[in-house]
């Protein structure tokens, strides 16, 4: 597990470059895992574990829509 921030992202138009800080310093966890996944489903099945573990303990409400 890995804690950073968002530090926000480029847009590219074009020739021209936009940068969007709306979610600059939006605190950020990094979960990384072994390629242990044989199926999709195994994937959908920790990302959904992992996000109830998450909701249960506060760490975040799991509103995944709302980014």
Do not use: W
């Amino acid at each position: 597990m890995q804690l950073e921030q968002d530090s926000g992202k480029t847009i590219h138009y074009g020739s021209s470059s936009l940068i969007d800080l709306n979610r600059a310093g939006a605190p950020l966890v990094e979960v990384v895992s072994e390629p242990d996944f044989a199926t999709a489903l195994e994937a959908t099945c920790f990302v959904q574990q992992l996000r109830l573990l998450l909701m249960h303990h506060g760490i975040c409400r799991g509103e995944m829509h709302s980014a």
